[in-house]
């Protein structure tokens, strides 16, 4: 059922009816002169009333991206009517609004705003994904009183997204489209919102996985773009920017890929924007990178633990969202690190763990005590077998990439006239499938946004019904639990139910408590964060 609701700027716009709720899907934020260059901000829609009861076309990613997600997820969910993608009309988002007992949308009402960036690692995902859909936790917002407006939105992917070079500099095309992307989203978003009964100076940006590390390099903005921001399963520490002159390494790799070596760089560029759809993504080469850059502007530096642990400003990497994003939360899960599995690991088999154990050497040759303390402490040795090293180094990298880099934002924000929460997801995955059992990236989300309640027992009902919960009173405004305060990281716990835990607040933080083990914590201590987080991020790159 469909209803057509009078926008005091938009005029009709006309969206779906669910229970509880109404959605306007599709809506164009930004419009593109060609598929390489900046988005700008979409004002106006003609006199014509807005279709708003279809999904926008989504940006261009690979083929079946949806099925691999489901296959991270492991657990299925039927699919929803959605168009062709397009590199030109892919920058559209989703709304859904709750509505009052008469049904009707209250325009006056100034509720705050979530917006949620989806992941995919910048080559792959979109706002339609079923699992991102809003609707039950906007529903369960309102059953508390504590009703909120949720938006997904779309942004370039890709060779659209993230590929650049000095070439295209030059040009006149700038790094980054993607986040550029992300940008001009909110600022609808701010523009538009009130319209729909929102408040545009209460907006929590969200963000999973390639999403986090978006919604938390938001925070390096000088212009206050969010009043709250949450991130999981990713922040900025989960990889580091690519300096300019991998990406241009990267863009000769598309270049021969594409044939246009012997062209000039003029013809090269058209070429680019007229290249055909589905060659955006079949013919990149993997060796390419196609990842955020630093480009002084939505990237301004190279982060590390340093900086973002350090309650001081650093200069390499400046974080201004300190002072005006008045709540960060960051939550991370036992074993987010499984994802890292399908996305490149698989490939070093057989005879992973001599490999493993090969790089890390190499890594800290000016450090061999670290480098046998490491490979002790998780039993990885050049026999170990295929599988058990392999869940033995996803476990590294889950506490180097993802537990340590959470505890180290909780280190460095400032806890004056601002807060952080941190949280821990230990909720086994339910599904038959690789990693049953473990509390595996994406699954939060699943969890979170409660599109996969009937897949789940009562007990985990409850704990999705409470993690939705306290992300509504976060949303909110409202602390969920209590922040961190001085040097104890105290955290929100998530499960696991076959324990008998729903959730439970850890004041301490203690790492056993919290369902984590202390080693890397010990290593980055005797070494340095730093240096522990590139001794995976070496072995991830083949080094």
């Not at 809003?134 to 009703?147: D, F, H, M, W």
């Not at 545009?200 to 940006?205: R, Y």
């Amino acid at each position: 059922m469909s209803t057509t609701f009078k926008h005091p700027i938009l005029g009709e716009v006309k969206g779906n009816v669910l229970e509880g709720v109404v959605q306007f899907l599709g809506l164009k934020y930004g419009s593109l002169k060609n598929r390489l260059a900046s988005a700008e901000l979409v004002t106006s829609y003609g006199a014509e009333p807005i279709d708003a009861t279809k999904f926008g076309a989504p940006p261009i990613s690979p083929a079946g991206a949806i099925e691999r997600e489901f296959g991270f997820i492991q657990q299925s969910l039927p699919l929803p009517d959605v168009p062709a993608q397009s590199d030109l009309e892919g920058l559209n988002l989703n709304i859904t609004v709750p509505t009052g007992k008469d049904g009707a949308i209250d325009a006056s009402t100034k509720l705050p705003v979530h917006v949620f960036i989806h992941g995919g690692g910048f080559m792959q995902g979109s706002s339609w994904y079923p699992h991102y859909d809003q609707a039950s936790i906007v529903r369960i917002s309102t059953e508390l009183g504590k009703p909120i407006i949720s938006i997904t939105i779309n942004y370039r992917l890709g060779v659209a997204g993230f590929l650049t070079s000095e070439e295209l500099r030059k040009a006149g095309y700038k790094a980054n489209n993607g986040f550029h992307d992300q940008r001009v989203a909110l600022k609808w978003v701010k523009k538009f919102i009130g319209g729909f009964g929102g408040n545009e100076g209460e907006i929590t940006v969200s963000g999973e996985s390639a999403g986090g590390l978006s919604a938390t390099m938001l925070l390096t903005s000088q212009e206050p773009l969010m009043k709250r921001c949450l991130s999981t399963g990713g922040a900025v520490l989960l990889f580091k920017p690519i300096p300019f002159f991998v990406a241009d390494a990267a863009y000769q790799k598309v270049i021969e890929a594409y044939g246009l070596t012997d062209k000039s760089p003029e013809e090269r560029i058209e070429a680019l924007l007229k290249v055909p759809v589905d060659d955006l993504w079949q013919k990149i080469p993997p060796g390419a990178p196609l990842l955020p850059t630093t480009d002084g502007e939505t990237v301004i530096g190279d982060p590390s633990f340093i900086s973002v642990s350090s309650q001081a400003d650093d200069p390499t990497f400046l974080i201004p969202g300190r002072k005006w994003c008045a709540a960060l939360m960051i939550g991370e899960s036992k074993l987010d690190a499984n994802i890292l599995a399908w996305l490149g690991l698989d490939s070093r088999n057989p005879g992973i763990a001599s490999k493993f154990v090969a790089s890390v050497n190499k890594t800290l040759a000016s450090h061999p005590e670290v480098a046998q303390q490491l490979l002790s402490v998780y039993d990885i040795k050049d026999s170990t077998p295929d599988d058990e090293a392999m869940l033995q180094i996803l476990r590294f990298a889950t506490e180097s990439s993802f537990y340590a880099p959470a505890r180290a934002f909780g280190q460095g924000w400032p806890q004056t006239g601002s807060k952080y929460f941190l949280y821990h997801f230990n909720e086994g995955n339910p599904w038959d499938g690789r990693f049953k059992g473990e509390a595996g990236h994406i699954l939060d989300v699943a969890f979170l946004f409660q599109n996969y309640n009937k897949f789940l027992d009562a007990k985990q009902q409850e704990l999705a019904r409470q993690y939705a919960e306290d992300f509504i009173k976060f949303v909110n405004g409202e602390d969920p639990w209590p922040p961190v305060q001085g040097e104890k990281l105290g955290a929100r716990v998530y499960g696991p139910t076959n324990d008998g835990i729903t959730t439970k607040y850890v004041a301490s933080g203690d790492p056993k408590e919290v369902g984590r083990n202390d080693r890397v914590l010990k290593l980055g201590e005797a070494v340095g964060f730093d240096t522990i987080l590139e001794v995976f991020q070496n072995f991830m790159q083949g080094r």
